[in-house]
């Protein structure tokens, strides 16, 4: 589940600027939806740059005509598509931890909502390294997400610093951003390259381990004991 930061909504990922008021009719939205799942399937398929806007208006069974209706362009529909998914497919951060849970079971709780939104998004994901490697706007709106993780991220473990759950000679940002680099960086190997020997959720116990040896944390559960 996606969280809203404290400090306002995250930035979105999806360029908004290119996208058009939605249809007025019941129709129009059932019209674009379709488009928006098949530009989703044939970018998934082909890859970015290898998707024509033929091989999308095939696979919605529609005109050119009709998706001009809706999107100017390859890029449009994009940022459609991720507008739809962002919410769904980003990691839910490191909640609040009340004085009487265990953050480490808080902390993998996370972990593992970050990993099963992974498995439902993996293929998009791997789309996503594409684009940003060709595409310096979407690359600068990724990395502006993934630093408004890293800062939630951040306060978290202030929090723990300051009630004395971890280790308060760190720094809060680049330690989050270690933490946060390396359970994202996992999870595209898990699901993308496919590095898949051990149990996803063998994979998330070690992960979460790992955060709290990192962090020094007490903790009350025994998986991630130190």
């Not at 129009?28 to 098949?38: E, H, N, S």
């Not at 595209?188 to 020997?197: A, I, K, P, Q």
Request: aromatic residues 6%.
């Amino acid at each position: 589940m996606e969280h809203t930061d404290s400090e306002g909504a995250l930035p979105s990922m999806a360029r908004t600027s290119l996208l058009r008021e939605l249809p007025t009719t019941a129709r129009g939205l059932r019209t674009r939806d379709a488009l928006i799942a098949a530009g989703r399937t044939v970018f998934e398929r082909l890859g970015y740059l290898d998707t024509r806007l033929i091989d999308i208006t095939q696979e919605a069974n529609c005109s050119s005509g009709t998706f001009y209706t809706y999107f100017a362009s390859k890029e449009e529909i994009l940022a459609a598509i991720l507008e739809r998914a962002q919410e769904d497919m980003m990691h839910p951060g490191t909640p609040h931890v009340a004085d009487t849970d265990d953050p480490a079971t808080i902390i993998e709780a996370a972990n593992l909502a970050y990993f099963q939104a992974y498995a439902r998004n993996a293929k998009l994901m791997a789309l996503l390294e594409q684009v940003a490697q060709i595409d310096p706007e979407f690359g600068r709106l990724r990395r502006d997400r993934a630093d408004a993780f890293v800062r939630r991220n951040a306060r978290g473990i202030a929090d723990l610093q300051r009630r004395g759950l971890a280790d308060p000679e760190l720094d809060p940002v680049l330690t989050s951003r270690a933490l946060s680099n390396m359970v994202s960086r996992m999870a595209f190997s898990y699901f993308v390259t496919g590095d898949r020997e051990l149990p996803m959720e063998q994979v998330v116990a070690t992960l979460t381990r790992l955060w709290t040896n990192a962090l020094r944390m007490e903790t009350k559960n025994p998986r991630t004991r130190i």
